[in-house]
DNA sequence: GTCACTGTCGGGAGCGCTCCCACACACCGT
DNA sequence: ACGGTGTGTGGGAGCGCTCCCGACAGTGAC
């Protein structure tokens, strides 16, 4: 009832109190924390001074009210906390990212958008006055989200390239991508060259540039060496463990004389290990397995799993450089950029 | 050089716009924002309707300048991001605090503070101009942030309760836990009245409260059935994969008469089983483990490990709520909550 | 001595909002 | 007729900052 709201204006020193203390203007005060040339070195020492006696922190709601910048941006992933939190790719990601924004202003915010409330709730947040710009991660096809964010003209950087464009030579915005089909390709190149010879996939959802480009990377390999499509052979995930289990599974039951299998995830490719293993098989005596990702689970699994690596924490970098970029206007509207994959053997094939 | 700064007032309908378009004051706008109950039915319907009109949104920075708050508030992890995604306890936890959060304006931040670049970061934002409240998790003994957020008057939730004050009977503060060492000590019975007679355990970091309280509740069971305290029994790990493998390992040089082993958390269990596996043991016929967490990886192990069930999204939305009360100063200082943990019996004991 | 220029600096204006005071107006009882 | 009591309402003040204009001193060229 009587409850007293604290006092109106609380303890914390302004920049008017700094200035004072200092013995010059708020201007001055001012031009020292934002780091301007044209300060003299003596009222610059007298500001820092001032500024450390008091403990002076500059109030952000009220910078933010009139440079209309919020030094904060967003990481969207559209994906369940299950997912994001189970699957090491985005510690990566996340962990790349801090890293390249460490020497900037800027902060992370970091959202899911699974749920319809969680949306309904980042879409809120998606907004010039909150962010200054905005990263989305695993991205599916019909998403509205980077359509929204652009039309808002907030700067936007993709994680991975959009599943509609993942043909080359189409312009897709600016976008930070693992060379997907090559890695995949040389995977299976990887397992013909051992002598396998009837050589499967659990392919990723196909509503994600991922998931299609992992698959066309195995086909391009069959292709070049002149084999048809076998329809048979292909198995569908969504990258968690359990669908990967359940997808070999299918497969075994379709041709159990499958010799080897190319899987789009780790996780699935865990999944995968447990029915080939519930199945009797050996790996890789029987079955050769190769996983896509080189997250902690490859090591981790028995046998551990020959696997495509990719630069995971150099793509959170990449993305958060672009972002950065594309917020001080110094990049041209479609760039993009594509880092390598490579093969890890281990001992599943 | 000559790129013209976007003009210094964007087209961003105000409060001021919308109260012209209404044909209202600025104070009735801001009333029917703000749900006071002090408006006309007529001036009401204008006022929303302009709104909807112009697409009006709150200037937050405008807002939070002079209301001294920021609808935010901040979960700080004291991990890096290698564990806070590799564990899905941390998973179940944000979907809890998310869950809880939903109906309040507040909007989640996460943030880890492993390094000193981070630490130094989060210190930086951790305060009243930036947030309204923290949760801090995962927290270790001697870590400075419950100090600092406190002596900035932030309201303060701890996720687990604190090391040093493991013993009942302290006061703490807030924070929500769970049983740690009752959920410890039936682990442990129930092996015991499987007629195991050899136990062993795997405890976590002791400078952390989980840590300590599950191996006290080792030590309970133990003291119950009348056993000393044998050392020999007793690793340390740090909740990780590896260390549970490392663990087990020197476990079993040292006693390689150990027919069951209790393992305070489901990571650290799934890498001694694979030290189990490597040392030619089955498990459960000639080891029998016990886990902690019943996370996802306790259902994907080889075999599927028997584990101690916490309730972490209960948890999770515990915090966020208890959070909240504080934050509206509704509840006594040192409220907590802790909640009970379950056996889940399956293949590995 | 005058003028132009450069390097510093102070402080007014104003960002968009909430708070709160003053006031208009209706309605009641006397 | 009067004052009292409420309910709605408008708008001034001010949150703490950045932007920018104008002032001023010092320097060097003429």
Redesign the interface.
Known sequence: MS?SRSTRT?G?PTLEKVAARAGVGRGTVSRVINGSTQVSPAAKAAVEQAIAELGY?P????R??VT?R?DAVALVVSE???R?????F???I??GI?SAL?DTPL?L??A?AQSA??RE?VER?L????VDGVMLLSLHDADPLPGLVEQRGLPLVLGGRPARLTRPGVAAGRFVDVDNAGGARRAVEHLYSAGRRVIATIAGPQDMGAGLARLDGYHEARVGHGLLNEPDLIAYGDFS?DSGKTAMKLLLSRRPDIDAVFIAADLMA??AL?AL?DSGRHVPDDVAVVGFDDT?VAR?T?PALTTVHQPIEEMGKAMARMLVAHIS?QIPPDSSAVLDTTLVIRESA
Chains 1, 2 share one sequence.
């Open positions: 409850t609380d914390r922190v109030n952000l709601a009220a933010s009210l209309r919020t369940s906390e299950e994001l939190f189970g699957e090491p985005f510690a990566g996340v962990r801090s460490v902060q915010w970091l899911m409330a969680e709730r947040h907004t010039p006055q909150h463990y865990a999944g447990r293993r902690s981790q028995e206007e």
